[in-house]
């Protein structure tokens, strides 16, 4: 698993670069996208979209560019979370963050550059992607990024902080701000391959399984990680008072649903033979088992 | 003309409105999203993409969503340059800003909800638009809202306050940060519209030559203007330093660029028959004339 990962990944890595290379200027906007993008990720989303598309033993150029768009906004969320008026963060994976790096004006215009660029790359014409699929896939980009998706779940957890959250606004929470770019990459891997709508929906529930699982991993290791390894404060979540699964259902049944997420992540895929499913199975297992 | 805009301004705000009234949480990114759009603004630029529809006689309808979709991205830029990092203003238009209004965590993910919303209502099936159609148009708001664009002219013009800057970065700027959503408006009626080449880069001529007559007469209202007409303070480009039409060629040279920019403006639609295109005459006159 790891291996393959390592192998995507720098396919994908090959991708972005190549969408980067064409921006020359203004510099500052030009260099501060790269600088963001490539910052070591782990190309989750991106990689998904690829896996739905070997899957359905499809050319993987059918999705480059939309891979790439992912990972644009991917990128400019980060960008955006990390400024001060959001989470203020001044590292991530080890480097300075992009307002830290470029200045605060700068990276909000990066983050609105990438955003803007995504919609750019995602309406460049892929042979073997009709007209109409890539309207469909960059309404489905705009929804699941926007005030319905993404950026409706940063908000809620914004407002969350420091109060005692629902279980349900929780849920909403994990199931916009990360679960919905996710979600986004398997479907468009799914339209990319003309998924019939029951496989559309058991790929659907595959990602939004696995993005719950996810977040519920990031709040145990947030309490039992390695601060060498997840490369940030253990515990901060408590000492901000978030409300995590963890401080609702306690450490061990955390541990339970996490586990239980995974299975029915695995079990969405039983309507595929296992053999093409097996790399799907082997995430789930390496989310459970990750440490970083 | 006066009455002309007026009654094409309702038009678009009634659109506007329809669209925001879908919007309903997080409230405050809904009720955020209403207000920075509401905020009383001219409409200029989805009113030039009906004007282009009225002069090939096709039905409003058409253009309705793209219309809308600008004017969120437009939205977006103000509310994005009012922040405290960028121009840092308290008030537009006579009311706080969405930042001050809404507090600055929130207006980043307002305005980037508007800009990633606009993308959603653009790939809304419009009947008697093709999906071709709408893929090149989807791609041109990209393109000139975002580093290549609108992004791309903001950001100059914010390394270059202070500085004395050439003539040629001053075109680049006013080409770029108001110009290309001037222009990206007239040239979606004229795609929209059917127009033949020539007909596109008449219309596309007279875009640039309006946005950029637009722009020096806000030079020249920074100097001449009467504060309670324009609702800022008179001379505050000469206080920033900014390098402006009036600081490069005096006040009385710009006037009579201005004027040469509007002819130009008029001359570029002679192809089509003078009676079509009085609106947009019209409008050139009343962009040399208006007093704020």
Known sequence: MRRYLEEKKSYVETILKRYLDELKYPEVIAEGMRY??????????????????????????????????????HSYSLVHDDLPALDNDDYRRGKLTTHKKYGEA???LIGDSLLTHAFFIATKSVEGVSSEK???????IAEYSG??????????????EGREVSYEKLKYIHKNKTGKL????????????EATDEEYSSLQSYAENIGLAFQIKDDILDIEGDFERIGKV????????????????????????LNQTLEDAKRSLRIFPKEKVKIFNELADYIGMREN
Chains 1, 2 share one sequence.
């Open 36 to 73: 963001s993008v490539l910052n070591g990720g782990k190309r989750i989303r991106p990689i998904l979209l690829l896996m739905v598309l070997e899957l359905y033993d499809k050319d993987l150029n059918l999705g480059k560019s939309l891979a790439a768009a992912i990972e644009f906004i």
């Open 106 to 108: 700068e990276a909000i």
């Open 134 to 140: 890539l309207i469909k896939i960059i309404s489905l």
């Open 147 to 160: 005030i319905f998706g993404m950026i409706g779940g940063q908000m809620v957890d914004i407002e969350s």
């Open 182 to 193: 996710i979600k986004l990459s398997v479907e468009i891997g799914a339209i990319l391959s």
């Open 234 to 257: 253990v515990g901060s979540d408590l000492e901000l008072k978030k409300t995590t699964y963890p401080s609702i259902f306690g450490l061990e049944k955390s541990k339970e649903i």
